[in-house]
């Protein structure tokens, strides 16, 4: 129902700024919940940020509270994740979600998944 490609990953030094954008295929885009995961070599799945259906709400892992911006573009059907001020922990492989019932901090709960994206900071 969903295709999602993210892109705009890359090496970084801590300090700098860097937006990831999800692009969505596919129809019923404004009707998914979407989310920010990350995901480190050896460790979990971790939320970074939602976005709910309209009204836009928003939520953010305590990690990154303060620093990142998540936003979507509906007529472009496009999710962005502005993140500033990175730091090496930020590490990881980026990935877009969709869902269905709610904007939720658990992986389980998506049902689309793009790829990933791969970001590197180094200090």
């Known amino acids: 129902q969903v295709q999602l490609v993210e892109s705009g990953g890359g090496l970084v030094q801590a300090g700098d700024t860097l937006t990831l954008s999800c692009a969505a295929s596919g129809r019923g885009f404004a009707n998914y919940f979407m989310a920010w995961f990350r995901q480190a070599p050896g460790k979990e799945r971790e939320s970074v940020a939602t976005?709910?259906?309209?009204?836009?709400?928003?939520d953010y892992g305590s990690s990154v509270k303060g620093r990142f911006i998540i936003s979507r573009d509906n007529p472009k059907n496009t999710m962005y994740l502005q993140m500033n001020s990175l730091k090496p922990d930020d590490t990881a492989t980026y990935y877009c979600?969709?869902?269905?019932?709610?904007?939720?901090?658990?992986?389980?709960?998506?049902?689309?998944w793009g790829r990933g994206t791969q970001v590197t900071v180094s200090s």
């Open positions: 979600a969709a869902g269905i019932l709610r904007a939720t901090p658990y992986a389980s709960e998506y049902e689309y």
């Open positions: 976005i709910s259906r309209n009204p836009f709400s928003t």
